[in-house]
């Protein structure tokens, strides 16, 4: 009965580690489609991202370490982070935010012209 519990237990953290590890990446494409869609700043994060950036400077830093304190480092990412069902409350979360916040700031302003009105008319913003 023991091992049952054992197993039940170890089949329920692997699904909450891809889940929490799918969800992660789909807030990462969630927050990189916003930024290409919403902003004009796609480039500039793309940027940081690639590899002249802080992707370059994160594999520098992990090469540095030593290979025991790279293990220990995954082995506290994949039990404090993937493995934690407050991560799956988190990343739930944060997908909600990620797609309910961007839609707070699209609108469309309506413009006509009057009939009878001659005179040509601007709009700022």
């Known amino acids: ?19 929490n590890l799918a ?6 494409v969630l927050a990189c489609g916003w930024l290409l869609y919403y902003s004009d700043w796609f480039e500039v994060v ?3 991202l690639a590899l002249g950036g802080a992707f370059t400077w994160l594999a520098f830093v992990l ?8 293990h220990e480092l995954q082995a506290w990412i994949e039990t404090n982070v993937l493995g934690q069902n407050k ?3 988190v990343s739930l979360l944060l997908l909600l935010f990620v797609i309910l916040v961007p839609s707070l700031f699209v609108g469309t302003i309506q413009n006509r012209l009057i009939s009878g009105a001659c005179r ?6």
């Open 120 to 125: 040509s008319r601007s709009v700022r913003l």
């Open 46 to 48: 793309g940027g940081l």
């Open 1 to 19: 009965m023991a091992e049952n519990r054992g197993r039940g237990s170890a089949k329920v953290s692997t699904r909450i580690y891809f889940i």
């Open 63 to 70: 090469k540095v370490l030593r290979e025991d304190r790279i």
């Open 23 to 28: 969800l992660i990446v789909l807030l990462g």
């Open 87 to 89: 991560m799956l409350i």
